[in-house]
């Protein structure tokens, strides 16, 4: 247990303000501060800072607590990451012989384990079982660099090529089905949860592997398939690509909506794209976003699910404080599909023109009045 005299001075040490400021843009109400809550989506206010008490509350989730619990939701962190944290922060050394719940040493095994699951994958893909996934990427127009950059592999029509691999590295079933790898068996048991599948890792910006995305190789469903939440990922506050992106020299980042988006963007030279993980954007998205980047390109596709897509990431990215513009992709329907057609020069010239997000909203607005009506026309104004 920590002594109750260092948490109280690590209280004190730490502004709440600041530390939430981090994440959530905040704006004042007379004593108080409010913004969108990075738990749950929402368009409406309902997160409040107190910092008379400094806590924090969700009048929509009902999320409240103190920073380190703040930091433990939004991070994902137990309890004693939490404090080293702030500690951190605050330039104060957590005493000596402080313990934990052991989870630290769980979620550190399970890290420990992906990182494992993602060295098996990726040389599967490389060696004579992975022929066929290796020609779809080559198909794809994917190069071995950039395969090899990304960490990709392949998980083989199997039901027990990982779960037996990572037994032989002293894994237990019960490690794996907590990282998802896994699925426990109906009659006891478990067989490996990818099968068949292009595998992507999914890395944080710690460089750990917290989870995976498979893309089918075969006629099964779905198509794809993401690891679940786990104690280690949480797909609200993760961007896939984005420890390569931070480092990008681009004063914007380019908003993808899947994988195979995000890596021909890189392989064509456009190493500031990122993309949500099989989830809509999120406001915990957006607060991720706003630490490295004042600016976001969306490069959704031009389907109407893409367009309803940019249309509910707009608002959330403008409440975070985060300029937002729209590249349009037609005739094509992705970045990928984009980049193969008409090449990284034509999209950059499409980047150049992008267009303003608010001016983007009132163009899908206007589709959906007659204004050669005046009726029309006039209900159209009252809407914009």
Same mark, same amino acid.
């Given at each position: 247990m920590l002594p109750e005299a260092f948490l109280n001075e690590l209280k004190y040490n730490t502004d709440i303000e600041q530390v939430i400021g981090r994440y959530v843009q905040l704006r004042r109400r007379g004593k108080n501060l409010t913004g969108l809550c990075p738990f749950h989506s929402e368009k409406t206010p309902s997160f409040t800072v107190y910092p008379d008490t400094q806590s924090f509350y969700c009048f929509g989730c009902g999320a409240g607590g103190d920073a380190i619990t703040f930091m433990k939701k939004i991070e994902n962190l137990d309890y004693m990451e939490a404090v080293r944290s702030l500690a951190e922060r605050a330039g104060m050394a957590v005493p000596e012989g402080a313990v934990d719940d052991g989870s630290r040493q769980r979620k550190a095994r399970i890290l420990e384990l992906?990182?494992?699951?993602?060295?098996?994958?990726?040389?599967?893909?490389? $060696?004579? +079982?992975? /022929?066929?996934?290796?020609?779809?990427?080559?198909? #794809? =127009?994917?190069?071995?660099?950039?395969?090899? &950059?990304?960490?990709?592999?392949?998980?083989?029509?199997?039901?027990?090529?990982?779960?037996?691999?990572?037994?032989?590295?002293?894994?237990?079933?019960?490690?794996?089905?907590?990282?998802?790898?896994?699925?426990?068996?109906?009659?006891?048991?478990?067989?490996? $949860?990818? +099968?068949? /599948?292009?595998?992507?890792?999914?890395?944080?910006? #710690? =460089?750990?592997?917290?989870?995976?995305?498979? &893309?089918?190789?075969?006629?099964?469903?779905?198509?794809?398939?993401?690891?679940?939440?786990?104690?280690?990922?949480?797909?609200?506050?993760?961007?896939?690509?984005?420890?390569?992106?931070?480092?990008?020299?681009?004063?914007?980042?380019?908003?993808c909506e899947g994988y195979m988006d995000v890596i021909a963007l890189h392989q064509a030279g456009f190493d500031n794209a990122v993309a949500s993980l099989g989830t809509a954007l999120t406001s915990g998205h957006a607060s991720l976003l706003k630490r490295y980047t004042k600016e976001v390109y969306l490069t959704y596709?031009?389907?109407?699910?893409?367009?309803?897509?940019?249309?509910?990431?707009?608002?959330?990215?403008?409440?975070?404080?985060?300029?937002?513009?729209?590249?349009?992709?037609?005739?094509?329907?992705?970045?990928?599909?984009?980049?193969?057609a008409l090449g990284a020069q034509a999209y950059q010239e499409r980047i150049d023109a992008a267009e303003n997000s608010f001016l983007y909203e009132i163009r899908m607005l206007e589709r959906q009045f007659d204004l050669s009506d005046p009726e029309g026309k006039t209900a159209f104004y009252k809407e914009a």
């Open positions: 992906n990182r494992a699951a993602a060295r098996h994958f990726h040389q599967n893909l490389m $060696a004579q +079982r992975g /022929r066929e996934a290796r020609k779809y990427l080559v198909d #794809r =127009g994917l190069t071995k660099a950039t395969v090899v &950059r990304f960490g990709i592999g392949y998980a083989p029509e199997s039901w027990d090529d990982l779960r037996d691999h990572l037994r032989e590295k002293g894994f237990t079933d019960e490690e794996m089905i907590a990282a998802a790898l896994v699925s426990p068996g109906k009659k006891g048991g478990c067989y490996d $949860a990818f +099968r068949n /599948r292009i595998i992507f890792p999914i890395i944080d910006l #710690r =460089g750990d592997v917290i989870g995976f995305g498979g &893309r089918g190789m075969g006629e099964g469903t779905p198509k794809y398939l993401n690891s679940p939440e786990t104690k280690i990922f949480d797909k609200g506050r993760n961007l896939y690509g984005l420890n390569l992106a931070r480092s990008t020299k681009q004063p914007q980042l380019l908003l596709d031009s389907d109407g699910a893409g367009v309803k897509a940019a249309l509910r990431a707009i608002p959330i990215l403008r409440e975070a404080g985060i300029a937002a513009k729209v590249i349009d992709m037609r005739p094509h329907k992705d970045p990928d599909e984009f980049i193969k």
